[in-house]
């Protein structure tokens, strides 16, 4: 149900990496940046990032621009380099690190064959090679920041800095499923929906077990007046979490807004099995007591 292409803006990539003017010249010297209007994929913001730290660290644009020609003349099936190969700077040059070998990328003369141990603990400070995400993500970090965001998120003159403190999770794991589904949810609440139905996507693509997300889809085309996909999104949140009250709630209500009211007494009747004493159980008792949804 969810594609493949994710895409993020060019404005949630400025805002997520914090970049800097300067430093968004120097990505565009590199021909990494895009035109306004397009979207970067997994991958790209994965290279990004390692070309925003190589710049941090010292390298210079000449230097990485040659590397990543070099690594491209090499390497011509990869699309992004620099989100597969990783790059070094020692010594004020450039080397590039591969299958746990370090290699000088213009000649591909190894310069050092890396042992196991010590690029495990090497990993766990940088980017490391990988398709979308560090060898080794620092988890620590990930999960203060995941945690400082929730806690300005329960607050909504703060939603915009809880927005940036999920950005700084996903860039450090760009697939924690939970910061992305959390995410959404407050691009939802603050009426973006494009950018909510993106985020959500996300999250089931690093976690296709994200019940949340699958609820939260549901509810995003609820209210964008797409009954059929809520329909779809709700039930598939179902088939994740079987127990899921919310779902079960939601999923009755819709069915009753369509007419499919044998359908929704079902899923009142589950949904008072599994949650009797909240405000919203009155509601749904009051749907079965109605003849008008008999």
């Given at each position: ?8 803006s ?11 003017p300067?430093?968004?010249?120097q ?28 710049l ?19 390497l ?31 000649t591909?003369?190894t ?8 690029l ?5 400070s ?10 080794v993500?620092p ?25 940036a403190?999920?950005?700084?999770v ?20 603050l ?8 985020c ?18 549901g509810s ?22 079987p127990?899921?009250a ?22 009142w ?22 003849p008008?949804?008999?």
């Amino acid at each position: 149900m969810g594609g493949s292409d994710w895409l993020i803006s060019h404005r949630e990539v400025i805002r997520l990496l914090r970049l800097t003017p300067k430093r968004l010249v120097q990505l565009k010297r590199l021909g990494l940046m895009k035109p306004e209007g397009a979207g970067y994929r997994f991958r790209e913001v994965v290279g990004l990032r390692v070309a925003a730290d190589l710049l941090d660290s010292g390298a210079t644009v000449r230097q990485i621009r040659q590397a990543l020609d070099d690594l491209r003349r090499r390497l011509p099936e990869a699309e992004t380099p620099l989100a597969g190969i990783r790059l070094v700077l020692e010594g004020g040059k450039l080397l590039a690190e591969s299958d746990r070998v370090r290699f000088d990328p213009r000649t591909g003369q190894t310069v050092m064959v890396l042992d196991v141990e010590g690029l495990a603990v090497e990993a766990r400070s940088t980017l490391a090679r990988g398709l979308v995400r560090p060898l080794v993500p620092p988890a620590q970090a990930a999960e203060e920041w995941f945690q400082r965001a929730t806690e300005l998120d329960q607050d909504p003159a703060r939603w915009e800095e809880a927005l940036a403190a999920y950005g700084r999770v996903i860039v450090i794991d760009p697939r924690y499923a939970a910061a992305w589904n959390n995410m959404g949810l407050l691009h939802h609440r603050l009426g973006r929906y494009d950018e909510a139905r993106e985020c959500y996507r996300v999250a089931l693509e690093a976690d296709p077990a994200c019940v949340e997300a699958a609820y939260n889809l549901g509810s995003l085309h609820e209210d964008l007046g797409d009954l059929p996909a809520a329909l779809e999104w709700y039930r598939r949140s179902l088939e994740l979490s079987p127990d899921y009250a919310d779902a079960h709630f939601n999923l009755a209500s819709l069915l009753a807004r369509t007419g499919q009211n044998e359908a929704a007494r079902r899923h009142w009747k589950i949904y008072l099995e599994l949650d009797q004493a909240s405000p919203w159980a009155e509601v749904a008792r009051g749907h079965l007591t109605d003849p008008d949804d008999a």
